[in-house]
């Protein structure tokens, strides 16, 4: 399908491990955005990039998070030394025209992190 | 402060009835309010989109409303069904990108 994708569906870490979430957006959507979204809350915003560049990065809950985009298109999410409240969704979204307001932003199926 | 509030939190219907979902907001300034339905272990879809000069508009059984004057806004869902159960999540931007989220209403639709 045309959707975004997102990998791995499920990943479950250690303590102390690093992990690195992969997402696809949609094809010519130049906007691409991180989410995070623990159990019962709301989603969490944390990262937005146009195109390869990061304007917002004030959402990353500490300097463990980074994130990057290659080539305008896929986007990998990584969090060092995982700790056991990084347990949440993470959820990409993409959006093909960063300057209208009411253009839809289209969401991925998440990847569901477990840090023991 | 720019927030979103759901109400209710969570909502059990038989399927066939009717359901009215709540959401007020405090973002300014306004452009537009979104409905979106998540489906468990799947992520958000969108099911609206309503500007400041909308008070109403329908995809299908979902009715959405809004008033800008007392920042509410609605979501009705006519003749529910089972595929219905969701969490419906009510997502207003905050600024030409960020999106505030609320955390949603659970819809449990029952036999």
């Known amino acids: 399908g045309a959707g975004v994708s997102q990998s791995p569906s499920n990943k479950v870490t250690e303590k102390g491990k690093d992990v690195e979430l992969r997402c696809d957006p949609i094809?010519?959507?130049?906007?691409l955005y991180w989410y995070r979204q623990s159990l019962g809350q709301g989603l969490e915003f944390l990262i937005y990039?146009?195109?390869?560049?990061?304007?917002?990065k004030s959402g990353l809950p500490s300097d463990r998070f980074s994130a990057e985009r290659t080539g305008g298109s896929v986007s990998t999410l990584t969090i060092q030394r995982t700790q056991q409240e990084d347990s949440a969704v993470y959820l990409c979204?993409?959006?093909?025209?960063?300057?209208?307001?009411?253009?839809?932003?289209?969401f991925g199926p998440g990847t569901r992190l477990t840090v023991l | 402060k720019n927030q979103v509030e759901q109400s209710p939190q969570s909502l059990i219907i038989l399927e066939g009835k009717n359901c009215t979902l709540q959401?007020?907001?405090?973002?300014?300034?306004?452009?537009?309010l979104r409905w979106y339905k998540q489906d468990t272990g799947r992520g958000p879809v969108s099911l609206t989109i309503?500007?400041?000069?909308?008070n109403t508009k329908s995809n299908g059984r979902y009715t959405a409303t809004l008033d800008a004057d007392t920042k509410q806004s609605s979501l009705h869902i006519t003749a529910s069904q089972l595929s219905d159960s969701a969490s419906y999540i009510c997502?207003?931007?905050?600024?030409?990108?960020?999106?505030?989220f609320g955390k949603g209403t659970s819809l449990l639709v029952t036999p």
């Open positions: 979204a993409s959006r093909r025209n960063r300057e209208s307001s009411t253009d839809t932003q289209y």
């Open positions: 094809s010519g959507h130049t906007a």
């Open positions: 990039f146009q195109g390869n560049s990061a304007p917002d």
């Open positions: 959401c007020n907001y405090t973002v300014s300034p306004f452009s537009n």
């Open positions: 309503m500007t400041f000069s909308e």
């Open positions: 997502v207003v931007p905050f600024s030409g990108y960020a999106l505030n």
